[in-house]
């Protein structure tokens, strides 16, 4: 098929994720053809720095010969293994030990899963089984925080508290509650890591005393959360969130799809804090985006109530395609890269790098705000810095904004309030690095000198 015509098929038949269905039919699709390390094409022939690691999961970078090898290799031998009926794969039987090992102390078991919207959906099913597996019926309640992403299952969509994933959904649902993000730019105290950290505590047992702590079944947060707005919360947060949900006897859910796997600095980000999860969900550099797969990680305690509980019968949760043993394939070439291939060193050697060039930005006059953690970070665009006053929605910044990057052959993450979200893969090079920031200031400065966003800015 020519280009023109995968467009137009495309505009007839392929229903894109979280899109503007009627923009997207006017503005047509960017068919990419090709990928290699940081590097993506299209199918016009133009050349992309992939700033956003696909949409946060290609951590390894593109055309690893090794995943390649092991997805093609796995094909040959056995394609397909169900996990139904007592059956397994050593792939995938490999990979949950390995993770296992590579996990907080806490967590002993896997369910897999195809992505991560499904592992949340899982962990909610598993939590619900659990408590009524010892007796505790009534904890049906869960608590999340506002811009946090959980996924778009019909339940992790209302534990996601972004106004686009409840807008027609009928949701959240009446058992799904949102308190205040950790966002320390937007923060009364911004300057006061303890306060904001105090606060989250304070909010989170105000929280539960509301509901009553035997109504209250778990707790998810993510350790930075991603599609908010790459909100980066202080240090000592989440350990002091985990702390108070033992206080509270609620679970403690790590949703470390975007975060594991190298994109904060350690393997997962729980480590930077000592902090062991009752749950805790991955995807997307589980495998890099080469195949769909997710993961649950639970405690044993959670485990064995539901084994107990469930005796002489199944535990009714399964998918066709959970523990696939190409998937898992491919994830345990993912970890070899990320150990031996030195890609998890790397991450964390260019990570400085990539600080320092996001607060680089602080001297634009759009930029009020930068924010980081390992190779994971944010510029949040503001008309005010002295009031952090947000642009006008009128002004259609991020769509702007996407036009011009492309234009400059990089691709970043524009969201709708105006932050503008990085995650390049961890192969990137302290070249890929500087290119990618000079691109992204090309494009900051050309939609600078547009009329009307210059009128916009105030101070």
Not at 336 to 357: C, I, S, V
Request: net charge negative; aromatic share 8%; hydrophobic share 45%.
């Amino acid at each position: 098929m020519s280009i023109e015509s995968l467009i137009e098929a495309d505009r007839q038949f392929l229903i894109h994720p979280v899109a503007d269905y009627r923009a997207h039919e006017a503005r047509g699709a960017t068919v990419l053809t090709s990928g290699n390390g940081a590097w993506l094409h299209d199918a016009n022939g133009h050349a992309l720095l992939d700033g956003f690691a696909g949409l946060w999961c290609v951590n390894t970078g593109y055309g690893q010969a090794s995943i390649v090898k092991a997805a093609t290799e796995q094909l040959n031998r056995l394609p397909y293994a169900t996990g139904y009926f007592g059956f397994a794969s050593a792939p995938a039987i490999t990979l949950a030990q390995k993770l296992v090992e590579l996990a907080p102390p806490s967590l002993q078991h896997v369910y897999f899963t195809l992505g991560g919207s499904d592992a949340v959906d899982a962990a909610v099913r598993f939590i619900t089984h659990y408590y009524n597996a010892i007796g505790k019926p009534s904890k049906k309640h869960f608590i999340a925080l506002e811009r946090g992403y959980h996924g778009s299952s019909s339940t992790g969509a209302g534990l996601t508290a972004l106004p686009a994933f409840h807008r027609n959904f009928d949701l959240p649902l009446p058992t799904q509650h949102h308190i205040a993000s950790p966002y320390p730019y937007r923060s009364a105290t911004p300057n006061d890591p303890q306060a904001i950290i105090a606060a989250s505590v304070a909010a989170l047992e105000a929280k539960v005393g509301e509901l009553g702590a035997e109504h209250v079944a778990a707790f998810f947060c993510e350790p930075v959360q991603g599609s908010g707005g790459v909100i980066v919360p202080p240090k000592g947060w989440l350990r002091a969130m985990r702390d108070a949900c033992k206080k509270l006897d609620i679970l403690f859910v790590a949703d470390e799809v975007i975060t594991g796997f190298g994109r904060t600095g350690p393997m997962f980000a729980c480590e930077a804090e000592d902090v062991s999860p009752d749950l805790m969900t991955l995807a997307k550099g589980l495998t890099a985006g080469y195949a769909p797969m997710g993961a649950v990680l639970m405690s044993d305690a959670i485990y064995q109530a539901m084994a107990d509980a469930a005796r002489g019968t199944p535990v009714g949760h399964g998918q066709t395609y959970s523990a696939h043993p190409v998937s898992a394939a491919i994830g345990l070439a993912c970890l070899k890269l990320y150990d031996e291939g030195g890609l998890l060193a790397n991450g964390q050697a260019q990570a400085k790098a990539f600080a320092d060039g996001l607060d680089a930005f602080l001297d634009h006059p759009l930029v009020g705000d930068s924010r980081h953690r390992g190779l994971l970070g944010a510029l949040e665009l503001v008309a005010d810095k002295s009031t952090r006053q947000r642009f006008d929605a009128s002004l259609n910044l991020p769509e702007r904004i996407g036009a011009a990057a492309y234009r400059n052959g990089v691709i970043f993450r524009a969201f709708g309030d105006n932050i503008l979200g990085f995650a390049p893969a961890l192969c990137y090079t302290a070249d890929d690095v500087a290119e990618l920031f000079a691109r992204v200031r090309t494009t900051l400065d050309e939609v600078l000198d547009t009329p009307d966003v210059r009128a916009a800015l105030r101070g």
